[in-house]
């Protein structure tokens, strides 16, 4: 087909590409430069995680009413400014249209 030649040149980029990867992308600078900054963009920060996760059942129905409890709230406090705006608007709207 092609040749010794050909053999041995594919067979020098088969090592070639992927030793030039492991030290381009390995090298400790480009992972600083690069990879680093977006970390922190993809990553909950450590103190926003929850890293104790409850083992037995009691503790997982108390988690999971604390949950529930906090979604609650959010949804009342959300319900509670869509009110005030819709009233607001109600207010200031005089028709179709603004001049009517």
Do not use: C
Not at 25 to 40: C, E, Q, R, S, T
């Amino acid at each position: 087909m092609g040749g010794p030649n050909l053999e041995v040149f594919k067979f020098g980029l088969y090592l070639f590409v992927p030793v030039m990867a492991l030290l381009h992308f390995g090298d400790p600078a480009w992972y600083h430069n690069h990879v680093l900054p977006y970390k922190d963009h993809l990553f909950p920060p450590p103190d926003r995680t929850y890293s104790k996760i409850p083992t037995d059942q009691t503790a997982v129905r108390e988690e999971l009413a604390r949950i529930k409890a906090d979604k609650l709230a959010r949804r009342m406090e959300r319900d509670k400014e869509l009110q005030t705006q819709s009233e607001a608007a109600a207010k200031s709207s005089k028709g179709w249209f603004k001049w009517w």
